[in-house]
């Protein structure tokens, strides 16, 4: 039997869904591994062995090649399975593609992610609303500008960049389905809800969603 890429997440992680969008558009057939986020799953030795940084999610390739981080987990996918592709061919687009993937990957993710959300509990005695008032206020400082460049900018099409889907979109999604725990007025953002819709039209989208995974509760 061939080995199987393996893909180790967490239903709920934003940046797990977003992989896991990527092998379904690429149609690559992995194992779906578990870690518990919130009963400290994610911290077992086991998994530390294979990802010191213990975060989610984490890809080993079919070959043994064990790959973090989500952003370079989805540049390793396109280059290994380059169809369809997840970038586009020019430098610009693809340096466009990647501004936007890293607006949401590099400026909301990291400030609203679990582990900073527990420590405001922890540390600071946060309660569920003021850690809730946080994650939208997060998200509001890169989602305004974020519509406007969508609106404006003449390479947004039917998704963010031109009518193929791209690396910025699956971000994109996986942001928009998180933003839905905290209650994050998207009345304001009306061509990223656009753009979403039009993505969880496609069965590989709606596949990845969060409660459509294994470990769902």
Known sequence: M?????????FRSSTSYRVRIALNLKGIDYEYVAH?????GHRKPEYLSLNPQGLVPALVWEDGTTIAQS??????IDEMVPEPPLLPA?????ARVRMLAQ???????????LRVLNALRERFGADDETVADWFRHWVKETF???ETIL???GGTGLYCHGDTVTIADLCLVAQVANNGRFNVDMAPYPTINAIYERCMRIPAFVEAAPMNQPDAE
């Open 103 to 113: 607006m949401i990957g590099c400026d909301i993710h990291p400030v609203n992610n």
């Open 90 to 94: 020019d430098p610009r687009g693809r």
């Open 144 to 146: 305004e500008p974020m």
């Open 36 to 40: 518990h986020l919130r009963f400290g």
């Open 151 to 153: 609106a404006e900018d």
């Open 2 to 10: 061939m080995p199987r890429t393996v893909l180790h997440n967490y």
């Open 71 to 76: 952003l370079a987990i989805l540049e390793f």
